[in-house]
T-cell receptor, first 117, second 109 residues
Framework: EPEVTQTPSHQVTQMGQEVILRCVPI?????FYWYRQILGQKVEFLVS????????KSEIFDDQFSVERPDGSNFTLKIRSTKLEDSAMYFC???????????????FGNGTRLTVT | GEDVEQSLFLSVREGDSSVINCTYT??????LYWYKQEPGAGLQLLTY?????DMKQDQRLTVLLNKKDKHLSLRIADTQTGDSAIYFC?????????FGAGTRLFVKA
């Protein structure tokens, strides 16, 4: 069964550094997402991406965050200057083979654990 | 606003049925979901239900939806130790899926 893959599984970085989290969504899916989960807390929506642009973003997704689909397969999340409170598990997800079914089930990767020291 | 409420913990004995409950606020959602998260792993889609359905059964899983009360439940029949995990209720609103805080299911042998 096709799956979403994320790399690395664990990233440790110093405060103020830039990080890029990488994801390969399911081939032929049209919608891509980033979520995060701070340890022991809710899974929080960050951003959705369709047709090479952001379709929706949350308050968490401020100017320090950006997303990109640099080629036909990768989907990346960049944090420009990391803060301690960015430490969390970041999940990538993809969905929908059809434009009209944008709210179909999300398929998640196993996540990247980001630790900011 | 957008919100999903779930109880945080549920403990059952192996072989019993588990019922995990969820309430949500959005009235326009089309799909409602149950995801399972095992320790250190991602979110695995367990099952989902369209908002125009009342019930869906999938092997040991039964999903009940009361749209009037905005209440969703997941019943796991013959619960096994391998079912121990966190279960998230979720719904779609626009281009995003909103998750509850998750219910941690403990299964005692």
């Amino acid at each position: 069964e096709p799956e979403v893959t994320q790399t690395p599984s664990h990233q440790v970085t110093q405060m103020g550094q830039e990080v890029i989290l990488r994801c390969v969504p399911i081939s032929n899916h049209l919608y891509f997402y980033w979520y995060r989960q701070i340890l022991g807390q809710k899974v929080e929506f960050l951003v959705s991406f369709y047709n090479n642009e952001i379709s929706e973003k949350s308050e968490i997704f401020d100017d320090q965050f950006s997303v990109e689909r640099p080629d036909g397969s990768n989907f990346t999340l960049k944090i420009r200057s990391t803060k301690l409170e960015d430490s969390a598990m970041y999940f990538c997800a993809s969905s929908a083979l059809l434009r009209s079914s944008y709210n179909s089930p999300l398929h998640f990767g196993n996540g990247t654990r980001l630790t900011v020291t | 606003g957008e919100d999903v409420e779930q109880s945080l913990f549920l403990s059952v004995r192996e072989g019993d049925s588990s019922v995990i409950n969820c309430t949500y606020t959005d009235s326009s959602s089309t799909y409602l979901y149950w995801y399972k998260q095992e320790p250190g792993a991602g979110l695995q889609l367990l099952t989902y239900i369209f908002s125009n359905m009342d019930m869906k059964q999938d092997q040991r899983l039964t999903v009940l939806l009361n749209k009037k009360d905005k209440h969703l439940s997941l019943r796991i029949a013959d619960t096994q130790t391998g079912d121990s995990a966190i279960y998230f209720c979720a719904y779609t609103g626009g281009f995003k899926t909103i998750f509850g805080a998750g219910t941690r299911l403990f299964v005692k042998a």
